[in-house]
């Protein structure tokens, strides 16, 4: 040991010395008293690491440290690249967790954990609901622009720690998809309708009423039907031919639309007429902006935007190469114009009314063609004869009876014969009870036949 002096310098060393045998006399006194401490150190460490390991084994529900490490990789990746939006609340309404999908859904700021829920700029009801904790299912949430089905459960159902599992669903784009699919449904069951609805009878204009019925209130507002007066008659039309408006149906009846029965010649400049000259349907959004529209009748195309008719769909009635006139939808309610897929399906729903529209002229033309040849079927004169007047009526029959017949004979002196009956055959060819009054009524002049036939 140094000795120093006041200055601090050393001025001399002091040792002692100690031999060998002490120390080991000494250090053999010890080592029993050591290997007891360390046996007994040893035996607590290895107790307390058995116990931390069961209790470890019993909190990860006997998961080692390497079937841990993958499953927090797994159960991460899975939180963050899920589809749904993830929160974990604790039981005061703080976040303790939010995967990437809930940070987009709620626009949440990059220091949101750990953060109460109200603090959060989230919607009122939404923030309420999260801090409650309470059980809700399916529950829809504005938030922002975005329809969130919100579902929470408790956490601390079976003994688990106080909180709350959030999980948020977008359904901005499913109710969107559901919308979609109703408006699909509801064209298929319009079409449907045209299918059942057109076409009941052969009738040129009572077909072309049910068309326009048909398309409101369902379709259009307003819906107008002008057909060739050609095609009303059952022959077919020419493209300088005036049309005639044969139907006219809307939600209100003070439309100012042109009424039935006027003659309506369209400007080129038209939808009316664009379609007519080239067989192709036109969409016009916004009327009060089409020019070539309002050019066909400048004073009331400005009763009919006034009156708050916005949108107008035409579409050509084409039967083949045939074009037999043209169908004009408007919409004044509702405050959406039409589109491109409503255009499709107007142009769906008049190619099937304008088959029934054909038939109805076909029978138009063949009807009258066998009208006609009934008439030239009569006699042309009566009988010159004082003892009796006669006269006749022709009555073609409609359908579902063969006819009336009658034959005045004349007998020796100033006698008559009548003879009347009814033939139960169908067709332009009746075949009565008496055969021979038939070839009577078309060789003899002196013969009346009166029947009604086809």
Same mark, same amino acid.
């Given at each position: 040991?140094?000795?120093?002096?006041?200055?601090?310098?050393?001025?001399?060393?002091?040792? #002692?010395? $100690?031999?060998?045998?002490?120390? =080991?006399?000494?250090?053999?006194?010890?080592?029993?008293?050591?290997?007891? #401490?360390? =046996?007994? &150190?040893?035996?607590?460490?290895?107790?307390?690491?058995?116990?931390?390991?069961?209790?470890?084994?019993?909190?990860?529900? =006997?998961?080692?440290?390497?079937e841990m490490t993958r499953m927090y990789e797994h159960h991460d990746a899975v939180l963050h690249a899920v589809r749904e939006g993830v929160l974990i609340l604790d039981g005061e309404g703080r976040l303790l967790l939010a995967n990437d999908e809930a940070q987009r859904l709620l626009d949440l700021p990059e220091d949101a954990e750990g953060r109460h829920v109200r603090d959060l700029a989230l919607p009122d009801d939404t923030a309420s609901l999260l801090a409650s904790g309470r059980v809700a299912t399916d529950e829809v949430h504005l938030v922002r622009d975005r329809l969130l089905a919100v579902n929470q459960r408790p956490t601390d159902v079976r003994g688990?720690?106080?909180?709350?599992?959030?999980?948020?669903? /977008?359904?901005?784009?499913?109710?969107?998809?559901?919308?979609?699919?109703?408006? &699909?449904?509801?064209?298929? /069951?319009?079409?449907?309708?045209?299918?059942?609805? $057109?076409?009941?009878s052969l009738d040129v204009s009572r077909t072309a009423e049910e068309l326009a019925g048909l398309a409101v209130p369902r379709f259009a507002d307003f819906a107008t039907v002008d057909l060739f007066d050609a095609v009303l008659a059952g022959g077919q039309p020419e493209p300088v031919d005036a049309l005639r408006r044969t139907a006219l149906s809307g939600v209100r009846a003070d439309v100012p639309l042109y009424p039935v029965g006027r003659q309506i010649r369209f400007v080129e400049s038209s939808p009316q007429g664009h379609s007519l000259r080239t067989g192709r349907p036109v969409l016009e959004p916004r009327l009060d902006r089409a020019r070539g529209w309002q050019a066909q009748d400048l004073e009331r195309s400005a009763q009919v935007v006034e009156y708050g008719i916005h949108s107008l769909i035409t579409v050509p009635l084409r039967a083949g190469t045939l074009v037999l006139g043209v169908v004009s939808f408007?919409?004044?309610?509702?405050?959406?114009?039409? /589109?491109?897929?409503?255009?499709?399906?107007?142009?769906?729903?008049?190619?099937?009314?304008?088959v029934s529209i054909d038939n109805a002229r076909r029978y138009t033309r063949e009807h009258s063609m066998a009208v006609t040849l009934?008439?030239?079927?009569?006699?042309?004169?009566?009988?010159?004869? /004082?003892?009796?007047? $006669? &006269?006749?009526?022709?009555?073609p029959a409609q359908a579902g009876v063969g006819g009336d017949w009658f034959d005045v004979l004349p007998l020796s002196g100033l006698a008559w014969r009548w003879w009347w009956g009814t033939s139960s055959d169908t067709g332009c060819t009746p075949r009565p009870p008496w055969g021979g009054c038939a070839r009577r009524c078309t060789t003899s002049p002196r013969w009346i036949c009166r029947r009604r036939s086809c």
């Open positions: 040991m140094p000795v120093e002096a006041p200055d601090g310098s050393v001025v001399g060393l002091v040792s #002692a010395g $100690i031999t060998t045998e002490n120390v =080991g006399v000494s250090a053999n006194r010890q080592l029993p008293l050591v290997l007891v #401490a360390a =046996g007994v &150190a040893l035996v607590l460490a290895t107790a307390g690491t058995a116990l931390v390991s069961r209790r470890l084994l019993r909190q990860t529900h =006997g998961l080692g440290p390497h688990g720690p106080p909180g709350s599992v959030a999980t948020l669903r /977008d359904s901005t784009e499913l109710r969107a998809l559901s919308g979609r699919a109703e408006s &699909a449904r509801e064209r298929l /069951d319009m079409l449907y309708a045209a299918g059942v609805g $057109i076409g009941t408007w919409r004044a309610d509702k405050p959406q114009p039409f /589109d491109e897929e409503e255009l499709a399906l107007a142009e769906e729903l008049v190619a099937r009314a304008a009934q008439r030239s079927l009569l006699p042309r004169s009566l009988p010159e004869q /004082d003892a009796l007047e $006669i &006269a006749y009526r022709y009555l």
